[in-house]
């Protein structure tokens, strides 16, 4: 069979070096490193991407944007031309979410607003019932502040922070710590909850509400294609053909 990617250097000094691969050697590296799924979503992507448009303005501005975050610098084994269709690629990719997904993300915002948003709020984790409705009576009654009793009892990282927490998006935490957080207003001391083998104390200090601006909406864009992808990927059934000997 003919060789039909060489790595390395075919000089007779750097004999030692990689050498080259047949057609059968790489679809079999394809699946040993895992790297076939790989290049099927890259497969599903092209497809997708097939029938969009752009103008020779819009690809313009895509290759000197992607120029500008490579610094100039080109990589080691791409020629121009490939970064430039890198840069046309990923404009028409963009092109795609939008056309697929931009017309509800509002819709879809607001459904995903409640885990999106975040909050800052103060928490003291035990493992004694009875030492922190001790801690919750003397937070309530004001003998001592959350963060001394935070550095003094608590048995989480919290301890290092005076008890401060975020500010952190609720879809990162708990579900029963974030539901209390959501329901609580600043200021609010809620009596010992058990989570877990944990007992915890927590004060909702102040809750920052998700907002649709630019990197929210590109966000959600992406988190939406991650979805439709993942998806085309799970309906595909590839399989490895070894090659025709004869025509390799």
Same mark, same amino acid.
């Given at each position: 069979?003919?060789?039909?990617?060489?790595?390395?250097?075919?000089?007779?000094?750097?004999?030692?070096?990689?050498?080259?691969?047949?057609?059968? /050697?790489?679809?079999?590296?394809?699946?040993?490193?895992?790297?076939? =799924?790989?290049?099927?979503? #890259?497969?599903?992507?092209?497809?997708?991407?097939?029938?969009? #448009?752009?103008?020779?303005?819009?690809?313009?501005?895509?290759?000197?944007?992607?120029?500008?975050?490579?610094?100039?610098?080109?990589?080691?084994g791409m020629s121009k031309e490939q970064l430039q269709q890198i840069a046309i690629r990923q404009l028409k990719l963009d092109k795609f979410k939008e056309t697929a997904w931009g017309g509800d993300i509002d819709a879809y915002f607001f459904q995903r607003k409640p885990q999106l948003s975040r909050a800052i709020y103060s928490l003291i984790s035990t493992n004694d019932i009875g030492m922190s409705?001790?801690?919750?009576?003397?937070?309530?009654?004001? #003998?001592?502040?959350?963060?001394?009793?935070?550095? /003094?009892?608590?048995?989480?990282?919290?301890?290092?922070?005076?008890?401060?927490?975020?500010?952190?998006?609720?879809?990162?935490?708990?579900?029963?710590?974030?539901?209390?957080?959501?329901?609580?207003?600043?200021?609010?001391? %809620?009596?010992?909850?058990?989570?877990?083998?944990?007992?915890?104390?927590?004060?909702?200090?102040?809750?920052?509400?998700?907002?649709?601006?630019?990197?929210?909406?590109?966000? %959600?864009?992406? /988190?939406?294609?991650?979805?439709?992808?993942?998806?085309?990927?799970?309906?595909?059934?590839?399989?490895?053909? =070894?090659?025709?000997?004869?025509?390799?």
């Amino acid at each position: 069979m003919n060789p039909v990617l060489q790595l390395g250097d075919d000089r007779p000094q750097a004999a030692s070096r990689l050498g080259t691969l047949t057609t059968a /050697e790489i679809l079999q590296l394809l699946a040993e490193h895992q790297i076939l =799924p790989l290049l099927v979503k #890259e497969m599903i992507i092209d497809q997708a991407i097939a029938q969009i #448009e752009s103008t020779p303005q819009e690809e313009k501005l895509a290759c000197e944007q992607l120029a500008q975050q490579s610094q100039g610098r080109q990589p080691p084994g791409m020629s121009k031309e490939q970064l430039q269709q890198i840069a046309i690629r990923q404009l028409k990719l963009d092109k795609f979410k939008e056309t697929a997904w931009g017309g509800d993300i509002d819709a879809y915002f607001f459904q995903r607003k409640p885990q999106l948003s975040r909050a800052i709020y103060s928490l003291i984790s035990t493992n004694d019932i009875g030492m922190s409705q001790e801690i919750y009576f003397r937070i309530q009654e004001g #003998e001592q502040s959350f963060a001394q009793l935070a550095r /003094e009892y608590a048995q989480g990282p919290e301890a290092q922070t005076d008890g401060l927490v975020g500010p952190v998006e609720l879809q990162t935490i708990h579900p029963v710590l974030a539901k209390l957080l959501s329901i609580s207003q600043p200021q609010q001391l %809620l009596p010992p909850t058990q989570i877990g083998d944990k007992i915890i104390i927590v004060r909702l200090e102040k809750l920052l509400p998700a907002q649709l601006d630019r990197s929210m909406r590109q966000r %959600l864009l992406n /988190e939406r294609f991650s979805t439709w992808l993942q998806t085309e990927m799970a309906s595909q059934n590839w399989l490895l053909q =070894p090659p025709d000997i004869a025509t390799v």
